[in-house]
C-alpha cells in the first residue's frame, strides 16, 4: 500500500483513516452476512439499523432539538439550491440572499427561476474578502426565507456563527463545508443543508435538517424525491437511498463521537487554522486576503506574494505528500482544506514545508 498523503482537497475531501480502514475491514462480509453494505436490501433489518443509528448519532453530536427533521438525500447541496424554494415558498414570494461568494451566488440564481429572490447583501464589491454586518442588511417585507452560507469554501470566508436574522423569517443556511465543525445553535436556523463530500463523508448523500413546522407546504408538482415531506414520512426511504455513502457517514459520526464530538473538532480546527494564519501572516512570501474576522477555519486561501512560483509551489509540495492544494480555478493561488479528517500533524507538515519553500525561493 503507497503511503497515505496529507489531501487538502475541497471535496470530495479526505476521510479519517480510521473509518477507511474500517470499511475496507467489512467491505467483503458486512455484519456476518457474507455480502457487502453494497449488496444488501436498504429496507433489510441490518441496513435499517445503519439508518436509524446515523440518524441517532447525527442528533447526538449536533445536538438536535426534537421539532427538527433529518433527511438523508441526493442531488447534492446544488439540489437543495432548487429544493428549498420548491419546498417553503410559492412563486409570488419574495426570499432574500445574503451574497458571500460563489456557492452563495449559484443559490441565488437558481432560486430566481422559482421565485422573487432578491440578493440584500453582496460582498462581490470585496472579490469575497470580507462579510456584512448581518444588522446592517435591509431586509425584504416578509421574505419567505432568508438564506445564507455560513462557510464559502471556494473564498474561504466563514462567520463564526449562524448571524442572528432574529425570526424576521425561517433562515436557511448551506452547511456544506463547515457542518460537524462546530456546534450549531438551532434557535438561530430552521433549514439546513449539507452535501456530504467535505465534512460528511464520500459524495452522493446530503443532509437536510428541518425544523417540523416548515413541512408540509412543497409546491404542487414538487418531484416526490425532492419533497421534504414524502422524505421525512419515508425515513428517507421513498426510493433508495445511497446506501454505501449513507454506511460510510454513518461511520464519520461514530468517529466524532469517539474523538470528543464537534466541541473538539471547533477546538482542532481553531488551532489547525490558526497556525496555518499565524505563519502566513507573519510571513512577507504569502499573503491571506481574507479580512482576519472573516477567515474560514475550514479552507484556508492564501497566495504566493510572486505567483510565478505557483507551479513550483505545487509541484514541490506534492512531492512532500501535500496535494490539492490548488486555489479553486476561480481565483487561483493556493487554498488549504482543513476539514475534521486533516490532522494537526498535516497543518504542521504544511506550514513546515512553506517555511522551506520561503526559505529557498526568496
Ligand atoms: C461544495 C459546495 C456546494 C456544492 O455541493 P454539491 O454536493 O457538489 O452540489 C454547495 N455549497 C457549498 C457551500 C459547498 O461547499
Do not use: C
Not at 419546498?87 to 451566488?105: F, H, L, M, Q
Amino acid at each position: 500500500m503507497t503511503d497515505r498523503v496529507f489531501n487538502f482537497s475541497a471535496g470530495p475531501a479526505m476521510l479519517p483513516d480510521d473509518v477507511l480502514k474500517d470499511v475496507q475491514s467489512e467491505l467483503l462480509d458486512w455484519n456476518n452476512s457474507g455480502m457487502s453494505v453494497m449488496e444488501v436490501s436498504h429496507r433489510s433489518k441490518e441496513f435499517i439499523s445503519v439508518a436509524e443509528t446515523s440518524e441517532a448519532d447525527l442528533r447526538e453530536i449536533l445536538n438536535i432539538p426534537d421539532d427538527f427533521k433529518v433527511l438523508f438525500l441526493q442531488g447534492g447541496a446544488t439540489g437543495q439550491f432548487s429544493s428549498v424554494p420548491l419546498n417553503i415558498s410559492r412563486p409570488e414570494d419574495t426570499a432574500d440572499y445574503i451574497i458571500t461568494g460563489n456557492w452563495g451566488k449559484k443559490a441565488f440564481k437558481e432560486a430566481k427561476n422559482l421565485l422573487n429572490a432578491v440578493a440584500v447583501s453582496d460582498e462581490s464589491g470585496s472579490n469575497f474578502t470580507t462579510l456584512p454586518n448581518t444588522n446592517d442588511i435591509k431586509f425584504s417585507n416578509n421574505p419567505a426565507y432568508i438564506h445564507i452560507t455560513p462557510n464559502e469554501t471556494v473564498y474561504g470566508v466563514e462567520f463564526d456563527t449562524i448571524p442572528k436574522i432574529n425570526h424576521i423569517a425561517p433562515v436557511v443556511a448551506d452547511l456544506s463545508s463547515t457542518i460537524l465543525s462546530r456546534p450549531i445553535n438551532f434557535d438561530d436556523v430552521d433549514l439546513l443543508y449539507a452535501g456530504a463530500q467535505k465534512n460528511i463523508g464520500p459524495a452522493g448523500i446530503t443532509i437536510v435538517i428541518i425544523r417540523e413546522n416548515l413541512l408540509n407546504k412543497a409546491r404542487i408538482g414538487t418531484p416526490e424525491i425532492l419533497n421534504y415531506t414524502t422524505m421525512s414520512e419515508s425515513d428517507s426511504m421513498y426510493n433508495t437511498p445511497p446506501t454505501l455513502a449513507w454506511y460510510i457517514a454513518a461511520k464519520v459520526f461514530q468517529w466524532i463521537k469517539n474523538s470528543g464530538g464537534v466541541e473538539e473538532m471547533y477546538r482542532r480546527s481553531s488551532e489547525k487554522s490558526k497556525n496555518l494564519y499565524e505563519f502566513i501572516d507573519n510571513s512577507n512570501f504569502y499573503n491571506a486576503p481574507v479580512e482576519i474576522s472573516a477567515r474560514s477555519k475550514m479552507n484556508v486561501v492564501f497566495t504566493l506574494k510572486n505567483n510565478d512560483l505557483d507551479a513550483e509551489f505545487i509541484k514541490l509540495a506534492e512531492k512532500n505528500g501535500l496535494t490539492n492544494l490548488k486555489g479553486h480555478r476561480s481565483i487561483g493561488g493556493m487554498r488549504a482544506s482543513i476539514y475534521n479528517a486533516m490532522s494537526i500533524e498535516g497543518v504542521n507538515a504544511l506550514v513546515n514545508f512553506m517555511k522551506l519553500f520561503e526559505k529557498e525561493h526568496n
